[in-house]
């Protein structure tokens, strides 16, 4: 494909667009997933910052090159606009992708288990540390929500209920369950094994439930 001078500069506008877009949506938090908390564990949070959106921003070129619908180009309608978006050498785009990964790869953020979670009772609007003790009324139900205190991306991998206050468990949806409690008294516990901003590295949280 033969491309113009003023198509490639194009181009390569666009595509610094995109990256400083992504940049400040990430350093405004709007970015999805909370990357802003997880770029933040870096070594250098403003080098990491700057490589994730050149990743990001190079990918997001890539995918609308081969006809992939990306929300800031869908909003663009025009055949000069897929001009300038297709005037960017695929080498370059490349070669800016090669760049970002090498870089971001020494500054990415360390791999680094959950130091604790809260447990939110939203049904009674109640929050526990672990290790607190939760009073509950006999067959109460109860909708509990796990998180990080620090908004950190936290992912629950199992729970776990042992003692007579878990007759039966309601739905499960990754950080949130649902439990009915018996009328048993005796020592019962809600385990949580949690990772957190897309690391490997898991922690155990317990939180100690009595029925009243």
Do not use: H
Not at 9 to 23: E, K, P
Not at 96 to 122: R, W, Y
Not at 131 to 155: F, G, R, W
Not at 177 to 194: E, H, K, M, R
């Amino acid at each position: 494909m033969k491309r113009t001078i003023p198509e490639i500069f194009s181009g390569l506008a666009i595509f610094g667009l995109i990256t400083a877009l992504v940049g400040f949506s990430i350093f405004f938090g709007i970015f999805p997933g909370n990357v802003e908390n997880w770029l933040l564990r870096s070594g250098d949070p403003r080098q990491a910052l700057i490589f994730f959106s050149l990743m990001a921003g190079t990918i997001l070129m890539m995918l609308a090159r081969v006809g992939v619908e990306v929300v800031p180009f869908s909003m663009i309608k025009g055949d000069n606009v897929k001009r300038y978006i297709n005037g960017l050498p695929l080498w370059v785009l490349f070669f800016f992708l090669t760049i970002s990964i090498f870089g971001f790869a020494n500054v990415s953020p360390t791999c680094k288990a959950p130091e604790t979670v809260v447990f939110e009772d939203i049904t009674n609007q109640r929050i526990f540390q672990p290790a607190n003790l939760m009073e509950v009324a006999p067959n109460e139900s109860l909708t509990i929500i796990a998180s990080s205190p620090d908004k950190s991306q936290i992912s629950c991998i199992s729970w776990e209920f042992v003692g007579p206050a878990f007759p039966t468990l309601g739905a499960k949806d990754d950080c949130q369950v649902n439990i009915t409690f018996s009328d048993q008294p005796g020592p019962s516990y809600i385990t949580l094994l949690a990772t957190q901003n897309f690391c490997n590295e898991a922690s155990l949280f317990s939180l100690e439930v009595q029925v009243k």
